[in-house]
C-alpha cells in the first residue's frame, strides 16, 4: 500500500511552509479543520492547523485516520528544551510521549499515568524515528544543530518558571514540553497508526521563556517543517 502521511501542526506558522509546497493539492474543511491534500516531493500527504492544545490534537489526528486514511502521522513544530545540553533551534524526535499534567496521584497512581489504561506512555514508530536520523544527518538546514531522540511530554500549559520545569523533569524527564504531541499519540496508538514527533527548540521552558520563544517561533517553526519534509520520502 502506497504511503498516505497525515502532517500536523498546531498553528500556522508550524504548516504553512510545508502547505505552500504542495503539488495537485484540495482542502477539505471538517469540523473547522482545513485539510490540505497534496504531494510532497511526490508522497501523498494531508497537512492540517490542529489548533493548540491536546483536545485540539486529538480530534485532529482522529479525523486524518477516520476520514482521511492516512497510513502514518508526523507532528512538526516547536517546544520548549528539557533535556540538558539542549539548546534553542536544536531538535527533538520523540521516542514515547506523554501527558506531563495528568495526575491522580491522590488514587496511588504515578504522576503521568492515565488510570484504567493499559499504557500512559505512547511509543513511537521505530522506522519513523530511523527515518528522522537518517534525513537529519544529511539536512543542511540542520547544520550545527543536534537532534536529541527522547521523550515528549505534553501538557496544556505553556512551560515558562524554572520551578515548574524541574517539577516535570521530576515526574517524567522528557527531552522536550509542548502541546499536542502526546495527545496524538494517544489517538494514534489506539488506532494503531505509526507516528513520529519532530520538533525544534524555540525556548528553554524556563523564566525566559516567553521572550526567547517569540524571537524563535518562525525559524523553530521552519526548522521542524524542513526536517520533516525530508523525512516524509523516507517512510518504508
Ligand atoms: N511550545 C514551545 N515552547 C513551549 C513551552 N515552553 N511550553 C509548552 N509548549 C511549548
Avoid: W
Avoid at 111 to 136: G, H, L, N, R, Y
Avoid at 163 to 169: A, D, G, L
Amino acid at each position: 500500500m502506497q504511503n498516505r502521511v497525515g502532517i500536523i501542526g498546531a498553528m500556522d506558522v508550524e504548516v504553512k511552509t510545508l502547505k505552500s509546497l504542495l503539488t495537485e493539492s484540495s482542502e477539505k474543511v471538517l469540523m473547522g479543520l482545513t485539510f490540505v491534500q497534496g504531494k510532497l516531493d511526490g508522497t501523498d500527504v494531508i497537512i492540517v492547523q490542529s489548533g493548540i492544545g491536546k483536545v485540539n490534537a486529538a480530534l485532529c489526528t482522529q479525523l486524518l485516520i477516520l476520514e482521511f486514511k492516512v497510513t502514518h502521522i508526523i507532528n512538526t513544530g516547536i517546544a520548549g528544551a528539557m533535556a540538558h545540553g539542549l539548546k534553542v533551534l536544536d531538535f527533538v524526535v520523540s521516542t514515547d510521549a506523554l501527558y506531563h499534567d495528568m495526575d491522580v496521584t491522590g488514587f496511588g497512581y504515578k504522576v503521568t499515568q492515565i488510570p484504567q489504561m493499559e499504557c500512559s506512555d505512547f511509543p513511537a514508530d521505530k522506522a519513523m524515528i530511523a527515518a528522522a536520523k537518517e534525513a537529519f544527518d544529511s539536512l543542511k538546514e540542520a547544520q550545527g544543530h543536534s537532534l536529541v531522540a527522547g521523550r515528549i511530554a505534553s501538557g496544556d500549559q505553556f512551560v515558562s518558571s524554572k520551578t515548574v520545569k524541574e517539577s516535570i523533569r521530576a515526574a517524567c524527564d522528557p527531552a522536550c514540553v509542548e502541546m499536542e504531541g502526546a495527545a496524538i499519540a494517544h489517538a494514534a496508538y489506539l488506532n494503531k497508526t505509526p507516528f513520529v514527533i519532530i520538533r525544534c527548540m524555540s525556548d528553554m521552558a524556563d523564566d525566559s521563556g516567553e521572550s526567547t520563544y517569540d524571537f524563535n517561533e518562525e525559524t523553530a517553526a521552519n526548522l521542524s517543517a524542513a526536517l520533516v519534509r525530508s523525512i516524509v520520502g523516507k517512510i518504508q
